[in-house]
């Protein structure tokens, strides 16, 4: 497989709806489109990193950048066996998964079509439909959440996640799980919560569903489990200060 070019595109998209999450609220989004020519067929990526350095270290700029100046170069160099071979080809750079991700999506994107198969069936998939979630963000009323979560259930989703902040988090779990007892309900707070405020994250997690519960604490980690006094069968913590050994310890 030649790729012949490689085009980046911004474009920016209001929401139907804001989306809130601890580090505030969004009306609108700048999303980083990347496209390869490559005999004869386009194929098409998306960049997930977002507007800000907040939630991830990666954010547009840097991923732009990365792109333009280290990872299109590489990519054009010679010709590829499959998109499988980008990871390899992309190892020289560290880090900026996010950035390596847009752009080896599109490849992938190209040789589906190349081989006139869709992607999901180049990708070994087998399965025509699969069972998905769906991330609310903080509402302005508990009211107003619920009736989002009706929404989104109403529509097929099969797990909920719900953005949670301190002051925006026990009193909203506690109306959902009265309304819905049996749903598959995860909780992302993105950081929020501090040493201070640990103490009642194991209140948080008998409302959650313990295996998809996504917390990031900016703390000891002795602290945090000591706290919970349970078998967590997946935590996912910040790994900006947690040790790779810490995170063996906890999984």
Not at 12 to 24: I, K, N
Not at 158 to 178: C, F, H, Q, S, T
Not at 197 to 207: A, F, N, T
Request: hydrophobic share 40%.
């Amino acid at each position: 497989m030649k790729i012949e070019s490689v085009t980046l595109r911004e474009i920016h998209m209001p929401l139907v709806h804001f989306f809130e999450t601890s580090f505030g609220r969004v009306y609108s989004r700048r999303i980083l489109l990347v496209s390869v020519e490559a005999d004869g067929v386009r194929g098409w990526g998306e960049c997930v990193a977002g507007e800000d350095p907040f939630y991830s270290p990666e954010w547009t700029e840097t991923a732009w950048s990365t792109i333009k100046h280290y990872l299109a170069p590489l990519l054009l160099q010679s010709e590829l066996d499959a998109g499988r071979d980008c990871a390899s080809r992309f190892a020289r750079v560290r880090g900026h998964r996010m950035a390596k991700a847009a752009l080896e999506n599109a490849v992938w994107d190209a040789e589906a079509r190349q081989k006139q198969q869709p992607l999901w069936k180049l990708l070994g998939g087998t399965r025509r439909e699969i069972a998905c979630g769906v991330s609310i963000g903080i509402q302005d009323t508990p009211e107003q959440l619920l009736q989002k979560v009706e929404t989104e259930l109403a529509a097929g989703y099969r797990r909920i996640k719900i953005k949670v902040k301190p002051g925006w988090d026990l009193n909203v779990l506690e109306k959902i799980r009265a309304r819905w007892a049996d749903i598959v309900l995860s909780v992302d707070a993105n950081s929020a919560y501090t040493l201070d405020q640990v103490e009642h994250l194991p209140i948080i997690i008998r409302h959650g569903d313990q295996k998809l519960l996504r917390i990031g604490i900016r703390c000891h980690v002795r602290r945090i489990l000591s706290c919970f006094g349970v078998a967590l069968t997946t935590v996912e913590f910040s790994l900006l200060h947690l040790t790779n050994q810490t995170l063996a310890a906890i999984h």
